[in-house]
């Protein structure tokens, strides 16, 4: 069980395990997720594991099954060197988001996540309103944010200064640390705040660095990058799946391939935590039912006439309101035809068994 500790099994999980299960069963964790297999460790050496056929059958949804960063109940074979899963421990964060396309289900990107690094390059990538939606899903996911803005080479200080002030005006309450993978500037800052037995995620559109980022942690050339693009001066996409690596001063860090969509599912928690400004002056409207749209009394309004809240940020706020509405009511009608799906199944099964 020492093993696992040191993979971050700390005492929240070890409260919340089945007794049952533990006694019949080894803790792991995922380190990584394929198509039809899995890679776990219990603290010693990757292994492939498989999902027993009960936990593969008797999931609902995606939510149900093992991602990067889960501990899982297992069984070990052949010297420890084949192992099958047969159950998910309760998940103390998770990383998630809407499945790309039209799908209205949930896609897991990583769990039991501490710290979410979320990276943008201080060049063309550096956007509020991308760097919104990443704070409302690591937000909702019941993770800390700490944002990181790479390529500080490739600008000035006076520009740099700039961007992390307009970051402090949406959230005056995260770490903000810029950095170089090529100079190596705050590297060793960066290092220097990962905690042994926390698990750290590395999130952020593809090409601004994170890959390279993990490289510069490891000190070596472990993971694949590619050169930056001269046309468009960008990295270009490297990372295609989710893994854990522990690192030498004992933390664990989980790279994660860059997001051309982040359509969220229902946030609430999120952007409430994201957005808690535009909550606090929606308080001090005249009227507690004010629609924030021409009534008198405003606060709102009145902040955004003011000059005091960006008029961008609130109409970044309602759109994600309305996807997380829209996705919420979509996915509650998609579990309730699964869920009638899966009875005539069994319905028929039981009929051809007579």
Known sequence: MNNVKKLGYSDWFETRADGEKIADHEVARIVSVHKDSYTVTKGEGAIFAELSGNLLYSSESASDLPTTGDWVYADFYDDATHAIIVGVLPRKTLLKRKAAGKLVDFQLIAANIDVAFIIQSLNDNFNLRRLERYLVMVNEGGITPVILLSKCDLTS???????????AAIAPNIAVIEFSNLSRDNIDCIMGSLESESTYCLLGSSGVGKTTLLNCILGSTTFQTQPVSNIQSKGRHTTTSRQLVRLDCGAMIIDTPGMREMGGMFVEEGLDATFSDILALAEMCKFSNCSHNNEKGCAILAA??????SEQRYRNHLKMKKESEFNEMSYS????????FGKLIKATMKNKKR
Not at 333 to 340: V, W
């Open 333 to 340: 009608e998609k579990r309730k035809k699964d869920k009638a």
């Open 157 to 167: 200080k006076e520009d740099a200064g700039e961007c992390k002030q307009k970051i």
């Open 304 to 309: 955004i006439k003011a000059g005091e809240l």
